[in-house]
Structures are given as C-alpha cells and as structure tokens.
C-alpha cells in the first residue's frame, strides 16, 4: 500500500520561501508522474505543478510560474516543492498526489493517490 506524507508548510512572511516535501513509503514512484494541488477555504482543489514520472517534463499553473520549482529524487521516493516570492494568495492546504494513468495530470480527477496535505500560511 502506497502512502504520500507531506511536510515542509508552515507561516511565512510575504516575501518568503518555504520548500515543502512528499515522501512515498510502500512502492517506489519511480515510474508515475506526481502532482502538488493547494486548496484555499471555500475554494475548490486547485492544480499548482506537476512533474513527469523521468523529470524533464514540469508544467506549472500560471499563479505559480516563476516562484515555484517541483522536483523530484526518484531514488528516494521523494517530491518536491520550492516556493519563493510567497504572496498571502497562496496561503492554502498543499497536496501531493500521484498518478499511474497519465503521463502529466493537470487535474485532481487524473490522480489516484493523496497524502493529507500540509497547510502553508503566508501573512502580509
């Protein structure tokens, strides 16, 4: 049984960086593709990135394009996410999710697998 944990979020200062992580225990996730989403109260589950299962492919949600770097380290069944310039905007519960069905996922419905998500607070 696969399991994803993230962790890394916190309260930041606008302006701020946090680096969030996703470890994968039960099976290696070498060969799926992953994805973080973020969900804001009353908002719906929005995509921020994702990653191809061999790396070289990280598409990004416009919001996030520029500040935000995903990567992964395949060998340690690890994901990543690396958020600069954080604005009060992103404050929100951040999720990593794993699929096996799609080469790159753009939406939740795509993704089979959560972890329970870490809450990032930016303040202003």
């Known amino acids: 049984q696969v399991q994803l944990v993230e962790s890394g979020g916190g309260l930041v200062q606008a302006g701020g960086s946090l680096r969030l992580s996703c470890a994968a225990s039960?099976?290696?996730?070498?060969?799926?593709?992953m994805g973080w989403f973020r969900q804001a109260p009353g908002k719906e589950r929005e995509f921020v990135g994702a990653?191809?299962?061999?790396?070289?492919?990280?598409p990004y949600a416009d919001s996030v394009k520029g500040r935000f770097t995903i990567s992964r380290d395949s060998g340690k069944n690890m994901l990543y996410l690396q958020m600069n310039s954080l604005k009060p905007e992103d404050t929100a519960v951040y999720y990593c999710a794993t699929t096996q069905n799609y080469a790159l996922g753009y939406d939740a419905s795509q993704y089979e697998l959560w972890g329970q998500g870490t809450q990032v607070t930016v303040s202003s």
């Open positions: 990653i191809s299962w061999t790396g070289a492919r990280t």
């Open positions: 039960g099976r290696t996730l070498r060969l799926y593709s």
